[in-house]
């Protein structure tokens, strides 16, 4: 049985990939670890421009940048795809301490969190409570509450070995706490930065109001994890601590951006089309290395390695650069409007939103015959030891271009540090290491080639996959 | 045919482990991310100890902190294990200079290789020519070579997965370089430093000089990258061009060190010895965190992490901290020597000696047999996303133990920073994540359980294995 076994096995591999393709893998990893742009472009980006939050200037002078760095390599098209983001601004830096029955004040590092109102102008102070969850805050009612900051102190859970699980099972203090406790009428929210590490940075990110009317909203801010250790057991010692914290952040206007599209039209299939991207604006605090311009840089590398390698795209391929992901997602949706206003067939997708470290693979949003179509590859990357094929989400930028016979993927790169640094003042190009970074954009590159040479192909359940 | 294969691989795999395992191993990783003791120690180790290179006061201070912290383990047994060790000092500070025909000086980073003489007390200064190898060397001759300084400037291989194999395509400048050039008179030895990244750190590392005499023996030093690729492109500019440095560093006579070894004694098999261990001595430069103080606090957190998630180990476990991995290997002969004169089988080693970065895998010396018992666990490695088991070396330290039936393992971490931190100023603490190096201690510590579970039970090569 065993024979026969590999023989069939044998000759399945041989319809799911050639040598060519292992040939030209290796070409597309060596030219980008030689000869790769992503770093370079990052140093710019980061360095030149730096944070770049929708609707700032540095956002725009993103947009300028990517058009010129697209333009100088050649596509078939570059172009810019308006669309309307929120722009929200910080203000003057915040300030917050907590004060203890004595009157001793020790200052803490906070942060407003992203479309937040400001306090007023004088701040707020009042007494602090701690809640693990909206459950505790159900429990302790509005008589509890009421006139109170309310302090959601729910760690990341350590013991899960994706951070971005552990991100997900803590995220909803950020994003809905201040609408949940102002419900029961708390003066305002603190929540611990979504960090797995315990150190100084406070962590912004977007949170909501939801439905509620500007008359009960009230501002929320995110406070370092040491701070908010100390702060914890000062609440413990202390019944009648009191917290003090002052923003003076705003939501303005809607203003025009853009989002930064550059094609390679395909030979055989132009109106097939696929799509890599990463999201061009980041929070205000860092430089916004890891989030997520090492996406940006890698997707336009993705391009500019199949032409260096030679290699000429059947479909047409286009690198997407999204504006606004981090507090709005317009630019994302905006991308699939215009794509299903024209008519334009997107036959996969790929998104790297996950920070510049070492790839691990990807993660599938298809169907299980897309997917094994998928898997048959898994070989052919081996020697890059990208081993990490799973279903599952994509991205939050090409999740809006789903439809029932397309294939979304999500780079999946080292997760362990990315919460270190994800929307703090320390998400700083010195934080990203080169190689890991290139690493990442031959990994999209192959699976890039890998779809445009073979097109989506489902695989029907029955066929024997070597995984 | 499916469905018989199916079937047996399932009765296959139930022989292999059990659902006892998997919540062992869960449990493995859970105590080691929420009660890690690693950290901590690695912190003692970096920042209150530091630099431990062999025969210095910091290494035996370092040998009492690793025997003072085993012993609050409540292990069976902690003891020293004598062994005598080479003492080389760098005494003050390299300095270097190029200097042009018009007489101008730029200084350089360098510093003396391990196991160097000294210059001449005012230093060397002669025309310097570079070289990528020893070929070239050769090519050149004595007529080109004799009282000029040697400059070695083969860079690591940069489109190589593995950094480790770049290092080995390139070490032997450093390692052999002086010896070599010093056949054809040489005046000295500059040898760019073993980095993929281009910066301003020297990276020392061992150097020899094989049974030359000491007539004939010339000093060599490590060079920063950036200052290689300057020198370089200064050599072309100017074919007169001279390098000036001086060093002082010094071989003493050798004096003696330990092994620190502490033990859980095995309660069915106690004359069956495993091993877990790392190196206590580090380079001088940085403080070691990477190399390798990582795989010290790990190898210790294994036999911490087995008491605390309550596994009772069959075999005997010995934790040993190396002494003298970097400039002798002294430690790890007389442990494997000791063994030998003590008849004490050891069945199982592991190393871990790569950084602190998150783990891979291993690779595993061994029979074909071993490894198909060992790739039958793979699937217990999934969800941590270990997927790195492969044939290949082990380590230093534990090399020498090896036989026709045991199995030689070391850990395979994440290789792409190594070579930024290996040897220099910025091997240092903050470089090193917190989670990374849990990781690392937890999926040493499952293997040890399987491991010291199921013995080394070969498989033979006709049972079929889902690889």
Redo the contacts between chains.
Sequence with gaps: ??K??ALSTLLFAMTMYSQTDEENIKKI??TS??NGKSYEWLDYLSNNIGGRLSGSLNAERAVAWGKEELEKLGLDRVWLQPVMVPKWIRGAKEYAYYETDSGKTTTVNICALGGSIATNPLGVKANIVEVRDFEELKTLGKSKIEGKIVFYNRPMQ??L?S?FNAYGGCVNQRYSGAMEAAKYGAAGVIVRSMN??LDDYPHTGSMSYGDLPNSQRIPSAAISTNDAEELSSMIKLDKNLKFYFKQNCKQLEEVLSYNVVGEITGSEFPKEYMIVGGHLDSWDLGDGSHDDGAGVVQSMDVLRLLKETGIKPKRSIRVVLFMNEENGLRGGNKYAEEAKKNNEKHVFALESDAGGF?P?GFSFDCSDANFNQILSWKPLFK???I??FEKGGSGADVGPLKSDSNVLAGLRP?S??YF?HHHASNDTFDAV????LE?GAATMTALVYLFDKYGTNPIPNNK?IKD
């Design positions: 049985m065993k026969l076994m990893y060596s670890l030689t350590a013991d070995i951070t797995l590490r070492t691990r020697p890059y030891l081993h990490y080292d362990q540090r270190d290491n080169k190689r890991e690493l024997e």
